[in-house]
């Protein structure tokens, strides 16, 4: 018997809004994490690990690179990879937050239980490393079920990695499977854009020589750059120039230190370069952009 989505989606909202007692809120189950916001954000630069996000109430926008993602109660959003994107919540008030719910997804746990589902055949197409469908009631009540395990603690250790299953296997067979089929087996065109974005991760303070990294990964530059723009909307170089932004960000926030000494441990040989490009993504000029932030946590707890 199919729930209707009508019925499914406010009793999920009513979990995640007793449960989301701060903007994010990670919870005792494990990869479970619960968001609200009571106004609209401005656009907020961040990195998706993989994950699942469902939202019960409110608009976000999502934009990677030259796309934009609009999702909503009614739709899901997947990310296969880690992704710099920039999110803005389009749609809270203090009567109606925004209020979702998200759960990282592990590769291991995929491809474990993707051998216990029947074969396909590998696709050939790119896909995109970030992706919104429609839900499925079969994905909300299985996420409403893991939720249900912050009403009962002491079920999750044996609940939760079954529910848990229960979520990847309705990943896996919805429309995001083929795009997570490939990260969890760790092949076709996504799964080397895969590796290429570990390396850049780990490294991302250090030079980055496009051929190099082709050859380590068993592409050609050109296929190398046409597949990694496919999956991510972004160049490598550009890649690694938003991983090095934001781990500036969390510097600043974090130390003392001047914009100079940020930007040359993150990689940046030009301190004039850095505040540009900071100053392009985050709106703000370095040390300025670091007083506000201070003083938003400070207002916020």
Same mark, same amino acid.
């Given at each position: 018997?199919?729930?209707?989505? $009508?019925?499914?989606?406010?009793?999920?909202?009513?979990?995640?809004?007793?449960?989301?007692?701060?903007?994010? $809120?990670?919870?005792?189950?494990?990869?479970?994490?619960?968001?609200?916001?009571? $106004?609209?954000?401005?656009?907020?630069?961040?990195?998706?690990?993989?994950?699942?996000?469902?939202?019960?109430?409110?608009?976000?926008?999502?934009?990677?690179?030259?796309?934009?993602?609009?999702?909503?109660?009614?739709?899901?959003?997947?990310?296969?990879?880690?992704?710099?994107?920039?999110?803005?919540?389009?749609?809270?008030?203090?009567?109606?937050?925004?209020?979702?719910?998200?759960?990282?997804?592990?590769?291991?746990?995929?491809?474990?239980?993707?051998?216990?589902?029947?074969?396909?055949?590998?696709?050939?197409?790119?896909?995109?490393?970030?992706?919104?469908?429609?839900?499925?009631?079969?994905?909300?009540?299985?996420?409403?079920?893991?939720?249900?395990?912050?009403?009962?603690?002491?079920?999750?250790?044996?609940?939760?990695? #079954?529910?848990?299953?229960?979520?990847?296997?309705?990943?896996? /067979?919805?429309?995001?499977?083929?795009?997570?089929?490939?990260?969890?087996?760790?092949?076709?065109?996504?799964?080397?854009?895969?590796?290429?974005?570990?390396?850049?991760?780990?490294?991302?303070?250090?030079?980055?020589?496009?051929?190099? #990294?082709? /050859?380590?990964?068993?592409?050609?530059?050109?296929?190398?750059?046409?597949?990694?723009?496919?999956? /991510?909307?972004?160049?490598?170089?550009?890649?690694?120039?938003?991983?090095?932004?934001?781990?500036?960000?969390?510097?600043?926030?974090?130390?003392?230190?001047?914009?100079?000494?940020?930007?040359?441990?993150?990689?940046?040989?030009?301190?004039?370069?850095?505040?540009?490009?900071?100053?392009?993504?985050?709106?703000?000029?370095?040390?300025?952009?670091?007083?506000?932030?201070?003083?938003?946590?400070?207002?916020?707890?």
């Amino acid at each position: 018997m199919v729930v209707p989505m $009508t019925s499914i989606l406010p009793e999920l909202r009513d979990l995640v809004l007793r449960h989301a007692v701060a903007a994010t $809120t990670p919870t005792s189950v494990p990869g479970l994490t619960l968001y609200r916001s009571d $106004t609209v954000s401005l656009p907020m630069p961040v990195v998706y690990e993989p994950m699942l996000c469902v939202i019960v109430q409110g608009r976000k926008r999502v934009t990677l690179g030259d796309t934009v993602c609009h999702y909503d109660a009614a739709h899901s959003l997947v990310a296969s990879l880690d992704l710099p994107v920039v999110g803005v919540v389009c749609e809270a008030t203090r009567e109606m937050p925004y209020l979702s719910l998200s759960l990282r997804l592990d590769r291991v746990e995929l491809a474990a239980l993707l051998l216990q589902m029947p074969s396909s055949p590998p696709p050939v197409q790119d896909f995109a490393g970030l992706e919104v469908t429609p839900l499925s009631p079969q994905l909300v009540s299985a996420c409403q079920r893991l939720a249900e395990l912050l009403d009962a603690p002491a079920d999750i250790p044996i609940l939760a990695p #079954l529910l848990r299953r229960e979520v990847l296997y309705r990943l896996l /067979t919805g429309p995001h499977g083929p795009m997570l089929r490939q990260i969890a087996r760790g092949e076709g065109r996504l799964g080397q854009v895969q590796q290429a974005i570990a390396w850049i991760r780990e490294h991302y303070d250090r030079p980055l020589r496009v051929e190099a #990294l082709a /050859t380590q990964v068993a592409l050609s530059p050109s296929s190398l750059h046409r597949h990694f723009k496919a999956a /991510t909307r972004l160049s490598p170089l550009q890649y690694q120039k938003h991983l090095r932004l934001q781990a500036a960000r969390e510097r600043l926030m974090s130390e003392s230190a001047d914009a100079a000494e940020v930007a040359y441990a993150v990689g940046y040989e030009s301190p004039s370069q850095f505040s540009r490009e900071f100053r392009r993504l985050f709106g703000h000029p370095p040390a300025q952009a670091a007083r506000r932030w201070r003083m938003e946590a400070v207002a916020a707890g």
